[in-house]
């Protein structure tokens, strides 16, 4: 985070899942302010929307109750949550059934198979096994 310039006591957040206020968003700005930050730091950005977000925004953001982002952190971390959104982080994704451990990867496939649209590119892109 320090090489981010983000404040000793600023966690550092995760962007897959974000809540935003877009009238704020562009009356702030906030997209040429994240595309100069990237420009002028692209050295040292690893994830270069999540740090330009969490570099620019970290004073301003809010974190939402863990249901609304449950990642197999969270998901492993607190028993009986009910999720809002399922976050497949990492190589953790639902879609890669050798790697993903979360404990909530079926509901993607339940998911899936009730939707016309993703089930089609389901056919065309899923692992043989989930088809």
Known sequence: MHLLNIPFGYNYFNSGVLLMNLQKFREEHLIEKLSEFILANEEKLFSWDQDAFNAVLYKQRLTLDHKWNVTLKAALAIKDIQPNIVHYTGMHKAWHPHYCE??????????????TFLHILNKFFAPKSHR
């Open 102 to 115: 979360h404990p909530y990867k079926q509901l993607y496939f339940d998911y899936l198979k009730k939707d």
